[in-house]
């Protein structure tokens, strides 16, 4: 992931949108790390790729043993807390999940978690990217995965008087947008069927929608989505920014009178074959 492949800003307000939406998706799904994998083992080692301001290693490091060790990978720590603030078992290290793996990774967590990469990965990388993955993990270790699942993203309304058409171009233009393929991914639809071309057994592939108020919530936290977007003149190109700009603030007022998109997330988990 070269610099330029994160569509929003790194400051202080993508900062909390991470947070928040953390805080949103373990409430929906009910657990941070995944039921079915197991925490018993000692001196269990944890990897968080894509680890962004590294709230999912804070979050999961209050489940486990203090004997584990957390690592966190991403291209930039921007959004990481100041190092004296951080806990004595979570560091941070710069990793590119699009480039080869560090001999020293290989086969080296039980435990890998991803998360909102969608907008990072394309179509035609995610394979090599869970083969990447897969090769970070110890015999046996455990892969989970989040993410939004944008295909089947569609405007709810509460009436069928609400005006809606701003809320659906806005949300639209991870469709039809030409210029920039990261707004369009495709490849969360099918994740667990790259864990299994990858080797993963036992995988399983959990869809779920939030509730309706739950869904608003996260709509909301979309809505940053392109707040950010607007002062990056690398995301989607100068003519989505000037729509992105234009259509935003229709689309906060339909939501005000009760229009809101809502979609599937999506849950992977794969276990490494023993060897």
Not at 12 to 32: A, M, P, Q, S
Not at 68 to 79: C, H, K, M, P, Q
Not at 152 to 175: E, I, Y
């Amino acid at each position: 992931m070269a610099s330029d492949d994160y569509v929003f800003t790194r400051d202080y307000i993508d900062n909390n949108r991470i947070n928040l939406l953390h805080g949103l998706w373990t409430k929906t799904w009910g657990y941070v790390l995944h039921p079915r994998i197991p925490t018993d083992k000692p001196d269990l080692r944890v990897a968080d790729v894509g680890t962004g301001t590294g709230i999912w290693l804070f979050d999961v490091r209050e489940q486990l043993p203090p004997s584990a060790r957390l690592e966190g990978f991403d291209i930039s720590f921007d959004a990481v807390p100041h190092a004296a603030t951080l806990p004595s078992n979570v560091s941070f290290r710069h990793w590119n999940v699009k480039e080869d793996l560090p001999e020293d990774l290989v086969g080296a967590f039980d435990i890998v978690h991803v998360r909102f990469l969608a907008f990072v990965v394309l179509d035609e990388e995610i394979r090599a990217v869970v083969d990447r993955l897969f090769k970070m993990l110890k015999p046996g270790g455990y892969l989970q995965w989040g993410e939004p699942d944008l295909t089947t993203l569609r405007v709810d309304k509460a009436g069928d008087d609400v005006a809606a058409d701003s809320v659906a171009a806005l949300f639209g233009l991870f469709g039809t947008q030409q210029g920039d393929a990261r707004m369009r991914p495709g490849w969360c639809a099918q994740l667990g069927e790259h864990f299994s071309a990858a080797g993963f057994a036992d995988v399983a592939a959990d869809r779920l929608e939030p509730a309706p108020h739950w869904s608003y919530v996260f709509h909301e936290a979309g809505l940053m989505m392109f707040e950010l977007i607007i002062p990056r003149k690398e995301a989607g190109g100068e003519a989505m920014r000037r729509e992105v700009e234009r259509l935003l603030p229709l689309a906060v007022a339909e939501t005000r009178r009760g229009a809101w998109v809502a979609s599937v997330r999506v849950s992977v988990v794969g276990r490494k074959p023993a060897v």
